[in-house]
């Protein structure tokens, strides 16, 4: 039984070379942006909107962090080439459930990297004309940022380094690491930076 457990932790973490942020230090930060966040939203029944898949784990941990009234929504955007990535393209698969309009959202972020991603979905959310509109990322690629995006809270600054855990995936695998690590350099392929 014992040994059936670690073969299988162990198929997941072979690929892994080395722990970047551990699991305390993820909660512990996550807890001090949710006790912020309360204070700065107070009386004002914020709305925070998630994109899916990555921010699922931070967006669970975070809004049990959080201590005032807030409402969740997702939206699900479709995995796309780099280049179409480059060129800041991103495609709704999955809108918003709630009108925005004079509402107070909170843009709950997975990793900021050149801020394409970002910047595409906050024009379209602005568009909407929420109340204000803020954003709130665990962490943060500052390296190959293309597009200067203001940042209200952000967990972890990390190198210009690939990652995975936490929500972060390579190849749809790792995002159920409860830690932050970096992969072996023979499980990827050359395509992708690390
Ligand atoms: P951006 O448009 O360059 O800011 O890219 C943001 C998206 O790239 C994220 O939502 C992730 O899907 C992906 N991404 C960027 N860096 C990493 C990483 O280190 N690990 C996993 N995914 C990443």
Redesign the pocket.
């Known amino acids: 039984m014992i040994n059936n457990e670690n073969n299988r932790q162990q198929e997941l973490t072979q690929g892994i070379s080395e722990v970047l942020i551990p699991e305390e230090s993820i909660s512990q930060r996550v807890s001090e942006l949710g006790a912020t966040i309360s204070r700065d939203y107070e009386g004002r029944n914020p709305l925070f909107i998630g994109?899916l898949k990555?921010v699922l784990f931070f967006m669970a941990d975070l809004l049990r962090q959080v201590t005032i009234p807030v409402e969740v929504d997702f939206i699900a955007i479709s995995s796309y080439s780099l280049e179409a990535?480059n060129k800041?393209f991103v495609r709704l698969v999955k809108d918003l459930d709630t009108p925005i309009t004079g509402r107070h959202v909170l843009f709950i972020?997975?990793?900021?990297?050149?801020?394409?991603?970002?910047?595409y979905l906050l024009q379209n959310l602005k568009s909407r004309f929420p109340a204000s509109l803020d954003v709130c990322t665990i962490?943060n690629?500052p390296h190959?940022r293309?597009i200067d995006l203001p940042l209200k809270y952000v967990g972890f600054d990390?190198p210009d380094?690939?990652?995975?855990g936490y929500g972060?995936?390579?190849r749809e695998r790792y995002r159920n690491l409860p830690y932050v690590a970096l992969l072996k350099a023979q499980t990827i392929t050359p395509n992708i930076r690390t």
Do not use: C, S
């Open positions: 994109v990555g990535r800041g972020e997975d990793v900021v990297d050149t801020g394409l991603t970002l910047n962490f690629k190959h293309l990390l380094r690939f990652v995975v972060l995936d390579y």
